[in-house]
């Protein structure tokens, strides 16, 4: 590797780094030296890992119009390279904006074309990460079940591979839809389970976990109930997507 291009992957990985612990504005400057790197190098794959990953820290400061434009440039990059991979990145990534907009639907086309990436490169975490997604976007559309199903798939692979931060995730949403479907005891069950976990992390998400698990344990057991939509994202959904 020359030093242009080991100097662009640092930029990459720094820029990563900033964004996992919420310094974002920093995150962005990284990610777009990365770029003017890339572009002077001629490299399109690296250029497109770089807009997705300026997408994504514009994406977390609640610039949704600045990261949808981002994502859909970096898809661009990533397609002409065939790096499906990245691809599948950021198709979660702009399949979360959408998310948070409202537009489960378009979120959910998005997620499920990650998905077939994913299972098609044998990228397990991948997998489990757009199962995850899904289960999201279904349960906020009201569709409970389907919800359930998608996460204990995901619950199953994150487990098989040690991601515990997904697990956690899947273990909160699994708790959720189960109280809507009336099984409060299990759901404060699963719940607990997932507070552990994230405060074993220390998930940026920990608190609202707590938060809700103390909401679930003062709620009377209910019969199921006709599902209805719930739009309002998560203080969990705003860390992680």
Same mark, same amino acid.
């Given at each position: 590797?020359?030093?242009? @291009? ?7 990985? *720094?820029? !990563?780094? =900033? ?5 974002? #504005? ?30 994504? %820290? =514009? ?11 981002? =994502? ?14 990245? &691809? ?9 904006? =959408? @998310?948070? *907009?409202? $537009?489960?639907?378009?979120? +959910? ?8 990436? !994913? ?11 757009? /199962? ?20 204990? $798939?995901?619950?199953? +692979? ?18 959720? @839809? *189960?109280?809507?479907?009336?099984? $409060? ?12 976990? %994230?405060? &074993? +992390?220390? @998930? ?8 809700? /698990? ?13 599902? $209805? ?7 969990? #959904?705003?860390? !992680?997507?």
């Amino acid at each position: 590797m020359g030093r242009q @291009a080991a100097e662009c992957q640092s930029w990459g990985n *720094l820029g !990563t780094a =900033y964004r996992n612990i919420g310094e974002f #504005q920093k995150s962005i400057e990284a990610h777009q030296q990365q770029l003017a790197t890339a572009r002077e190098l001629g490299d399109r794959r690296a250029e497109g890992n770089a807009l997705c990953g300026i997408g994504s %820290a =514009y994406a977390r400061l609640g610039d949704v119009t600045q990261a949808i434009d981002l =994502y859909e440039q970096s898809l661009v990059a990533l397609r002409e390279t065939e790096y499906l991979r990245g &691809e599948g990145v950021a198709l979660g990534g702009l399949g979360r904006v =959408y @998310a948070k *907009l409202g $537009q489960f639907q378009k979120a +959910i086309e998005l997620f499920n074309r990650r998905l077939e990436i !994913t299972r098609e490169i044998n990228d397990r975490r991948g997998e489990g990460e757009s /199962l995850g997604q899904l289960g999201r976007a279904y349960f906020q559309l009201g569709e409970t079940q389907k919800a359930l199903e998608l996460h204990e $798939q995901a619950l199953e +692979i994150h487990r098989e591979i040690e991601n515990r931060r997904g697990e956690s995730i899947d273990l909160f949403y699994l708790g959720m @839809a *189960l109280a809507k479907l009336g099984e $409060q005891a299990k759901a404060v069950e699963l719940a607990e389970a997932s507070l552990k976990i %994230a405060e &074993e +992390i220390e @998930a940026p998400w920990a608190e609202t976990f707590r938060q809700r /698990l103390a909401e679930l344990r003062e709620e009377p057991p209910r019969d199921p109930a006709p599902q $209805q939509h719930h739009h309002a994202a998560t203080e969990e #959904q705003r860390s !992680t997507g």
